[in-house]
């Protein structure tokens, strides 16, 4: 698994006796809590409890092992459905293909409606013998009381400072310095989510928001430009986050400015408008006119 900060958690998971059947993790996303799960799954389903050489390992190496189920939203949607629920419940209660365990690992899982929380409930009140559930959410006051109470909770530690930096300096050692302390800045110190934003060119996109912030400043650009170039990236919110660290280090330099807080409260809520499908660059361009006219929005 390779992160230090969670062996201490698979190491007293592994000393629970009988295996847990029904295990909830809760932590944030982009601090490795699904490669936790996958090192769970390895537990369970290789004989020597995760050797690495034998038959069952080199199946969940491939990712063909045939009883792992992995249940997560589909591409490109939020929602797990019920159909995909009434899928896993016909699934664990098949007999199992290899020596005994069935996993099912199911994240984030505040993605399940109310219907299909409904129907895994079922399952999770009476699990079939040898069957696991590992559940990963990363907000816990979102599921359904009900499945909490089915399941053991694990709260995930969050690494500290300086492990995250180590981690991510031996995970991408090609970075400069400067990429990495920002990579970790605008992931809230989670070091998987600041490795998948510097493999996806992460950086590229802050300079670019960077030059466009600049423009905006010295009046080669409009707010309009500014608000239109953010909306057509891939990840429009990128531009929120990368606004967001800039809105907390200005914070921390004068944590009284009132215009600052309006601005933050900007970003939040324009996070809110754009998980909810609201027009991108009208929600960036209302953000701009906070940054740009503190004054005229408060009045
Ligand atoms: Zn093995």
Same mark, same amino acid.
């Not at 053991?152 to 050692?173: E, G, K, V």
């Given at each position: 698994m390779n992160l230090p900060w969670l062996e201490p958690i698979l190491t007293q998971w592994q000393a629970v006796q009988p295996a847990p059947q029904n295990t909830l993790l809760h932590g944030p996303a982009g601090m490795g809590g699904v490669e936790l799960m996958e090192a769970m799954a390895r537990q369970l389903l *290789? #004989? +020597?409890?995760? *050797?690495?050489?034998c038959p069952a390992c080199a199946m969940l190496d491939a990712g063909t092992h045939p009883d792992l189920l992995r249940c997560t #939203?589909?591409? @490109?949607?939020k929602d797990i459905r019920v159909e995909t629920i009434r899928d896993l419940n016909t699934w664990v209660y098949e007999a199992a293909h290899q020596s005994g365990a069935k996993v099912v690992l199911l994240w984030?899982?505040?993605?399940?409606?109310r219907s299909a929380a409904n129907a895994l409930l079922k399952t999770l009140e009476e699990p079939p013998q040898d069957t696991h559930f590992i559940l990963l959410t990363h +907000? %816990? @006051?979102? %599921?359904l009381p009900t499945i909490r109470s089915r399941c053991q909770l694990w709260r995930l530690p969050r690494p500290d400072a300086a492990t995250a930096l180590a981690w991510l300096q031996q995970a991408m050692p090609q970075a400069e310095p400067e990429q990495l302390q920002t990579a970790l800045a605008i992931h809230h110190g989670m070091p998987l989510a600041a490795r998948a934003w510097l493999e996806n060119e992460g950086w590229k996109s802050y300079q670019a928001w960077r030059e466009q912030m600049n423009g905006l400043r010295r009046g080669q650009k409009t707010l309009v430009d500014v608000a239109e170039a953010w909306s057509k990236?891939?990840?429009?919110q990128q531009a929120l986050d990368y606004f967001e660290m800039w809105c907390t280090r200005q914070l921390h330099a004068r944590p009284h400015d009132m215009a600052l807080h309006g601005l933050y409260t900007a970003i939040q809520e324009a996070r809110t408008a754009l998980a909810g499908n609201a027009n991108v660059q009208l929600t960036l361009e209302r953000v701009l006119i906070h940054y740009l006219y503190p004054q005229e929005v408060d009045a």
């Amino acid at each position: 698994m390779n992160l230090p900060w969670l062996e201490p958690i698979l190491t007293q998971w592994q000393a629970v006796q009988p295996a847990p059947q029904n295990t909830l993790l809760h932590g944030p996303a982009g601090m490795g809590g699904v490669e936790l799960m996958e090192a769970m799954a390895r537990q369970l389903l *290789c #004989p +020597q409890g995760g *050797c690495g050489t034998c038959p069952a390992c080199a199946m969940l190496d491939a990712g063909t092992h045939p009883d792992l189920l992995r249940c997560t #939203p589909e591409q @490109g949607k939020k929602d797990i459905r019920v159909e995909t629920i009434r899928d896993l419940n016909t699934w664990v209660y098949e007999a199992a293909h290899q020596s005994g365990a069935k996993v099912v690992l199911l994240w984030p899982a505040e993605a399940m409606n109310r219907s299909a929380a409904n129907a895994l409930l079922k399952t999770l009140e009476e699990p079939p013998q040898d069957t696991h559930f590992i559940l990963l959410t990363h +907000q %816990l @006051g979102a %599921l359904l009381p009900t499945i909490r109470s089915r399941c053991q909770l694990w709260r995930l530690p969050r690494p500290d400072a300086a492990t995250a930096l180590a981690w991510l300096q031996q995970a991408m050692p090609q970075a400069e310095p400067e990429q990495l302390q920002t990579a970790l800045a605008i992931h809230h110190g989670m070091p998987l989510a600041a490795r998948a934003w510097l493999e996806n060119e992460g950086w590229k996109s802050y300079q670019a928001w960077r030059e466009q912030m600049n423009g905006l400043r010295r009046g080669q650009k409009t707010l309009v430009d500014v608000a239109e170039a953010w909306s057509k990236w891939d990840v429009p919110q990128q531009a929120l986050d990368y606004f967001e660290m800039w809105c907390t280090r200005q914070l921390h330099a004068r944590p009284h400015d009132m215009a600052l807080h309006g601005l933050y409260t900007a970003i939040q809520e324009a996070r809110t408008a754009l998980a909810g499908n609201a027009n991108v660059q009208l929600t960036l361009e209302r953000v701009l006119i906070h940054y740009l006219y503190p004054q005229e929005v408060d009045a």
